[in-house]
């Protein structure tokens, strides 16, 4: 939750600019655009991450693994293999998700999953999915 609205955050119009615009000079996302930041837009996107461990009980493997799974994540989000099987289409926030909000901006901010999103309705269904608009 407090990914999402950090993100969507860094996407305010007087924000934006200052902060996330160098991650989204990669029109295409590419892996190396997911980690391509300035050092307080990566700061405020990992500080859920940081702040979790010192509310919640955690093991510090426990907490390297997840800090090493959220990195690989957001490659995974940024490498353009957009293979993830339908029945979790509407429900994981995969590389064709990330792809569209590269793309258009303002949708498709969650991480990991798309509850958000469609809560807060900035969900997009990405192009690659939507059948009516394949060209064949």
């Not at 949708?107 to 798309?114: L, P, S, V």
């Amino acid at each position: 939750m407090l990914i999402y609205f950090i993100h969507r955050g860094l996407h305010h119009r007087l924000i934006y600019k200052h902060l996330h615009k160098t991650h989204h000079r990669w029109i295409v996302p590419t892996p190396f655009a997911s980690h391509a930041f300035q050092w307080l837009d990566g700061f405020l996107q990992s500080s859920p991450y940081h702040l979790y461990a010192f509310l919640f009980p955690l093991h510090k493997l426990a907490y390297l693994f997840f800090f090493v799974f959220v990195n690989f994540w957001t490659v995974s989000i940024h490498d353009g293999n957009y293979s993830v099987p339908k029945i979790f289409r509407p429900f994981i926030n995969g590389a064709a998700h990330h792809n569209d909000h590269h793309q258009y901006y303002d949708c498709n901010y969650g991480q990991f999953f798309t509850f958000w999103d469609r809560l807060f309705s900035s969900f997009r269904l990405p192009v690659i999915y939507d059948e009516k608009k394949k060209d064949y």
